[in-house]
């Protein structure tokens, strides 16, 4: 019975590429063979009686090679094949291999001990490559007091057609889910996106001239009527002429028909669908959804912008950045530490011991991109020695402050303010994308400072001073800072790859150029209270100041304009394209100066001048 579970499972002839007769059956149609037999039972202290009925119950030789004559002269629908000599005298020898399976004993011979890859216990192969056979007809105490014979059968086969057909079943789902993410794309694209921008094209051109409401109308009207025709030709049925999208306004017609007695010409009915839809979009405006035009009556006329070729022109811009760096690089670096920052129109130097942290570090960004972009290093060795005269005498380690000025070397104003921490994550920022930094070490640090001393997490907005003495002035919020911070968080994340920076660029735009925007009339106004609340009041009396000047100012609007595109090429989203268009083009016409060219430094929230130089016409 050993023998003839074997060679009926015959291990051999299953890994043969045929059976052994044409007309016959084989284990090779099978995925598993037996390639281990022996014995098991007692408890853990009687292993030498196992050991004395293994050598008891061992096959002889001659009944071994009786078996295997005959099975090699087999003539039957199954034939068993036969087995290598070395596996014959293996299984004619005594049963001495001893086998440790989840800690208990077994006894036994394997067929596979000299085979390419030997497998002598069944342990050596893989949990799921293997599968136990044993006596059924046993009581329970006889696995424990008795011995009985063991099989155990190799189910790599099986393992490894299993393992193709769930590699198969993969691909096939990731196919199938591609091909449906695709037509829900493409059917998403058809019902929603495409119906959806269509509307916007129409929002935006009645917003900008109202009176063109009637024209649309009327062109939507002639597209359905040809549609009308061009379905009225291809079927006369009654159930197509239901479908017909003329009959929306052939239903308004019969209505008006009913209550007046008369025939109302269909295209009246159209143009009353029409002026419904002007009087919604007009509705929209009103209710301040979208931004009211200047002119109702008749659009305002677009101001010419003086747009030079040569700004179109790298070889310029490149040409006119070297102009920039060879007025600075001569007269700008103090070989004593950090640079000059004050200085005529002829090059000549004033104020020479005073230095201010946006300065310093505007400078360190300049030469740094400058000497990436011009492939000089003299340039970037300018900015690494501008950096480090940042970090040493700006920098108060012991505070882990910046100095917001110094005067000969040593601190003056230890104010912090997030303006001037924007600069220095920017410097950072300038120095590891042009190479000067070899990790983004310094960048972390720099924004993690700004996270624990000036984020504002429930107003998603940076707040703006903390004294000398730590304490947070909760008299004023701005939005200047804020500005520079998203436009330094961008420069970080482009020079790091690190996500956090360009999520948190991302918040201050939603907050600075929507939602606080959308409290100022569609622009971004400069000063707020401790609630981001606008301060209409804050500063009206010196609209020029340098640092937070009243009113709207038309660079802070093209500022967030190129912060929203410069996240948009990162991370795209509609909106952020619509609102920079709505920044720029409203900033350039309400402050461009048709008298003397360029921009006026402000203007109020009743959109007028806040500041510019009177001209005569």
């Known amino acids: 019975a050993v023998l003839r579970t074997l060679y009926y499972h015959n291990w051999y002839t299953g890994r043969s590429a045929e059976c052994p007769t044409a007309i016959s059956s084989c284990s090779r149609f099978f995925l598993s063979h037996a390639f281990w037999v022996g014995i098991a039972g007692f408890g853990d202290g009687e292993q030498p009686r196992l050991r004395e009925r293994a050598l008891e119950v061992a096959l002889t030789p001659s009944e071994v090679l009786a078996f295997d004559a005959a099975a090699a002269t087999q003539n039957a629908l199954y034939t068993y094949g036969t087995m290598p000599q070395e596996v014959v005298q293996k299984l004619a020898s005594n049963w001495t291999t001893e086998c440790d399976m989840k800690g208990k004993l077994i006894i036994g011979v394997s067929v596979l001990s000299s085979a390419d890859h030997p497998v002598p216990c069944p342990s050596d192969l893989r949990y799921q490559e293997v599968e136990r056979v044993v006596p059924r007809l046993m009581p329970g105490s006889a696995y424990t007091h008795s011995w009985f014979f063991v099989f155990y059968y190799d189910l790599r086969p099986f393992v490894q057609a299993e393992a193709a057909f769930s590699i198969a079943t993969t691909v096939f789902i990731c196919v199938i889910l591609c091909i449906a993410s695709i037509m829900f794309t493409s ?21 900008s001239n109202p009176l063109a409401a009637t024209k649309l109308a009327d062109d939507e009207f002639q597209r359905e009527e040809r549609e009308r025709r061009k379905k009225a030709e291809q079927s006369k049925s009654r159930w197509k002429r239901l479908k017909d999208p003329a009959a929306l306004c052939r239903r308004p017609q019969r209505w008006l028909s009913s209550i007046f007695g008369h025939q109302q010409p269909q295209r009246n009915a159209c143009l009353t669908y029409a002026a419904y839809q002007l009087a919604r979009e007009i509705w929209l405006v009103s209710c301040g959804f979208f931004e009211t035009p200047v002119a109702m009556a008749e659009p305002a006329k677009k101001k010419s912008r003086t747009n030079p070729d040569n700004f179109f022109s790298k070889e310029f811009l490149t040409q006119h950045i070297r102009d920039i760096i060879g007025f600075y690089q001569p007269r700008a670096v103090d070989p004593s530490g950090g640079f000059f920052q004050s200085f005529y129109i002829d090059g000549r130097k004033f104020n020479p011991e005073f230095r201010q942290i946006v300065s310093s570090s505007r400078m360190v960004i300049n030469f740094m991109l400058a000497g990436k972009l011009l492939q000089d290093p003299k340039l970037l060795d300018i900015g690494r020695h501008g950096l480090e005269y940042i970090e040493k005498v700006h920098y108060n380690p012991a505070k882990q402050s910046y100095a917001f000025t110094v005067r000969n070397h040593k601190p003056e104003d230890m104010v912090e303010q997030a303006y001037g921490y924007a600069f220095i994550l920017a410097a950072h920022a300038a120095a590891r994308a042009a190479g000067v930094a070899k990790d983004n070490v310094e960048v972390g640090r720099v924004f993690d400072l700004l996270e624990r001393k000036f984020w504002l997490p429930d107003k998603g907005a940076y707040l703006d001073t903390i004294s000398a003495e730590g304490v947070v002035d909760n008299s004023y919020r701005g939005q200047n800072s804020n500005m520079h911070m998203c436009e330094a968080l961008i420069a970080a994340y482009e020079a790091t790859k690190e996500t956090r920076y360009l999520d948190r660029a991302e918040v201050l735009a939603e907050t600075f150029a929507a939602k606080l925007a959308a409290k100022g009339g569609g622009f971004v106004w400069e000063h707020y209270d401790v ?28 500022e967030w304009a190129k912060n929203l595109l410069n996240i948009y090429r990162h991370r795209p989203k509609f909106w952020m394209v619509n609102r920079a268009k709505e920044l720029f083009d409203g900033a350039w016409e309400l402050s461009w100066d048709d008298c003397h060219g360029g921009l006026v430094y402000g203007f109020g929230p009743d959109r007028t001048i806040a500041h510019y130089c009177s001209c005569t016409r």
């Open 187 to 207: 059917t998403a694209n058809a019902l929603v996106l495409a119906p959806v921008e269509k509307m916007m094209r129409k929002v935006e051109a009645i917003r």
């Open 531 to 558: 609630n981001f609340e606008i301060d209409w009041e804050y500063n009206k009396n010196d609209p020029t100041n340098i640092y937070r000047p009243w009113g709207f100012q038309p660079g802070h609007q093209i």
